[in-house]
């Protein structure tokens, strides 16, 4: 699994969100989102975007350029 799909569900989690509710959000099919978080496909950037705010994490953090997961850090 890559950082990106790893960080996308554990962060989904951590907002006690299902991946229907991210699909949803995001204007794409279930199955769409599901492929992003098995790591078979990735977000275009506006959705990848999109992720980030919704998790109030930086695009850096989802894509594992850095650890830490807070913005302007």
Do not use: W
Request: proline share 3%.
């Amino acid at each position: 699994m890559s950082i990106l799909a790893h960080r996308l569900k554990e962060s989904r989690n951590k907002i006690n969100k299902i991946q229907f509710d991210m699909a949803k959000y995001l204007g794409i099919t279930e199955s769409a989102y599901q492929k992003y978080e098995l790591g078979i496909s990735e977000p275009k950037i506006e959705n990848l975007i999109k992720l980030a705010d919704c998790f109030d994490v930086s695009i850096d953090y989802l894509t594992g350029r850095t650890d830490n997961p807070k913005l302007n850090a």
